[in-house]
Structures are given as structure tokens and as C-alpha cells.
């Protein structure tokens, strides 16, 4: 297993302004990966992060929007850009293990005002 | 793209009695995972179906992956209150070097005591 944090854990923001959000993991993973959920709604993915290479976005996301960083085995940001209300959501990162089992992190609370 | 529908949306159960969410996918999976989302908490990982007609048990949850390796199951035995939660079925395309999971709706359970 992995145990993951985030920070921060909630925030409420302005429009036009950014969010840096950061997950730790205390394993070094190959593949983090970053989610959206709205609350009641299922997940969906906004980018893989490979240590070493580009993120890679699925259709609907852009860097520009959702510019991440993977510095390190055992670290990542996910910033949300120029945010608008429509960006209030959960952002969750997440970890494969070897076993290809998939962990996540609690969460950050973003409502954005 | 992959989509994976997940039925029912909402279950509301008496204790004790039992309880399926079924998921089908419109594609060949090379695995499915299932998750548990407690309300206001993360989802966190059950188990990983590989085998074509798998079948795995944990304690009273009994989870199935079908013989085309486009369907599951996730069966609840004599639910308990402890068992509320929404359960998520997320599926990994078969291809070479794919590790994104396509996550159904999920199923939100009640149990009334």
C-alpha cells in the first residue's frame, strides 16, 4: 500500500487566482496520477505524472489550465490556473503500487468564490 | 472511449440484507478494480479482478469479473451500517502501456438499521 497527503486539505479561493496543490507520497511510485471529483459525482482524470517526463492530459485538460509538477518519486503539484467557480470541485492524486493497485490521497476541497 | 456503466445509482438496503452493484464496460478490460468512498472521505481501493470469471471474497463481499472480461460484480452479504458508502467499479483498457482507469458513476449505499 501508500500512504498519500495532501495540502492543503481545503481552500476557498478567488476567481482569476491560482492553487498550487501538493502530494507527498511515502513511497517512491513510478505513476501518480491526478483526479476531479465533484461532489457526489464520480472521478475523472485530469493528467498522469511521470517523474522525469511531461504530464500527459486527458482530453478536456491543458497544461496551460492545469500545469503540473513531478520533481521527485515522491512528490507532485497540480496548480489550477485562473481559477472559476466551474473549478470547485475535489482534486485528488493518486499512486500506483507495483501490484498495480491504485491508492489515494484525501483530497483538497477547492470552491472557488 | 471506454465507458463504464454502473447500475443501480442508489441502493437502499435494510440491515441484513444484501446488497449488488454490476458493472459493464463496453470494451474488452484487462482488469477492474473496485473502491469504497465512505461520505466525506476518499475512495480507497477493494480489490483488482485480472482473471476471466474471477472470483474473490473478502469476509462478506464477494466480487466477480466475467468470462468476456466486460462485466462485474460486487456483492454485499447481510449489509451492515458500516457497509454506507458510494462503491465505484473502475476499469483498465486492454493495451499495452495503458494505466488509466475509466471509473463507473458508482452505486451510493444505504443501509437503514
Known amino acids: 500500500s501508500a500512504v498519500i497527503s495532501q495540502k492543503p486539505s481545503r481552500d476557498i479561493c478567488q476567481r482569476g487566482t491560482s492553487l498550487t496543490i501538493q502530494c507527498q507520497v511515502d513511497s517512491q511510485v513510478t505513476m501518480m496520477f491526478w483526479y476531479r471529483q465533484q461532489p457526489g459525482q464520480s472521478l475523472t482524470l485530469i493528467a498522469t505524472?511521470?517523474?522525469?517526463?511531461?504530464?500527459?492530459?486527458e482530453s478536456g485538460f491543458v497544461i496551460d489550465k492545469f500545469p503540473i509538477s513531478r520533481p521527485n518519486l515522491t512528490f507532485s503539484t497540480l496548480t489550477v490556473s485562473n481559477m472559476s467557480p466551474e473549478d470547485s470541485s475535489i482534486y485528488l492524486c493518486s499512486v500506483w503500487t507495483d501490484l498495480y493497485e491504485q491508492y489515494f490521497g484525501p483530497g483538497t476541497r477547492l470552491t472557488v468564490t | 472511449g471506454q465507458q463504464v456503466m454502473q447500475i443501480p445509482q442508489y441502493q437502499h438496503v435494510q440491515e441484513g440484507e444484501d446488497f449488488t452493484t454490476y458493472c459493464n464496460s463496453s470494451?474488452?478490460?484487462?482488469?477492474i478494480q473496485w473502491y469504497k468512498q465512505r461520505p466525506g472521505g476518499h475512495p480507497v481501493f477493494l480489490i483488482q479482478?485480472?482473471?476471466?470469471?474471477e472470483v474473490k471474497k473478502q469476509k462478506r463481499l464477494t466480487f466477480q469479473f466475467g468470462e468476456a472480461k466486460k462485466n462485474s460484480s460486487l456483492h454485499i452479504t447481510a449489509t451492515q451500517t458500516t457497509d454506507v458508502g458510494t462503491y465505484f467499479c473502475a476499469g483498465k483498457q486492454s493495451g499495452a502501456g495503458s494505466y488509466q482507469l475509466t471509473f463507473g458513476k458508482g452505486t451510493k449505499l444505504s443501509v437503514i438499521p
Open positions: 470494451t474488452t478490460l484487462s482488469n
Open positions: 479482478l485480472v482473471k476471466s470469471g
Open positions: 505524472a511521470n517523474q522525469g517526463s511531461e504530464a500527459t492530459y
